[in-house]
């Protein structure tokens, strides 16, 4: 059973930096990609950056040249560094993680929250 778990989240002052951890375990299978989504009360799950072996790293256009993805494949370990943060950045934020066999985010973590406020 693959397992993924979340750590690092906290409340930042506006213009703060936190840096998010996630590992996925247990799987039999080469990890495809691992992503971060985020959510807020009553609206819907929003992407906001992954790694794949196939295409890179990829971010959304709300956190492009703010949020760095990276990943440790060694440890299917992935990383969020999030810098100049802004109170709209306020969110539960999700790992998940693409085994190889299916391509597609089958596994996801519990998620953690990450409040921007002054």
């Known amino acids: 059973q693959v397992q993924v778990v979340e750590s690092g989240g906290g409340l930042v002052q506006p213009g703060g930096s936190l840096r998010l951890s996630c590992t996925a375990s247990?799987?039999?299978?080469?990890?495809?990609?691992m992503a971060w989504f985020r959510q807020t009360a009553g609206k819907q799950r929003e992407w906001v950056a992954l790694t794949s072996t196939l295409t890179g790293t990829q971010y959304a256009g709300s956190v492009k040249g703010r949020f760095t993805i990276s990943r440790d494949n060694a440890q299917d370990t992935t990383y969020l560094q999030m810098d100049d943060l802004r109170p709209e950045d306020t969110a539960v934020y999700y790992c998940?993680?693409?085994?190889?066999?299916?391509?597609?985010?089958?596994?996801w973590g519990q998620g953690t929250q990450v409040t921007v406020s002054s």
């Open positions: 998940a993680a693409a085994p190889d066999t299916t391509r597609t985010y089958d596994y």
């Open positions: 247990g799987s039999a299978f080469k990890i495809f990609s």
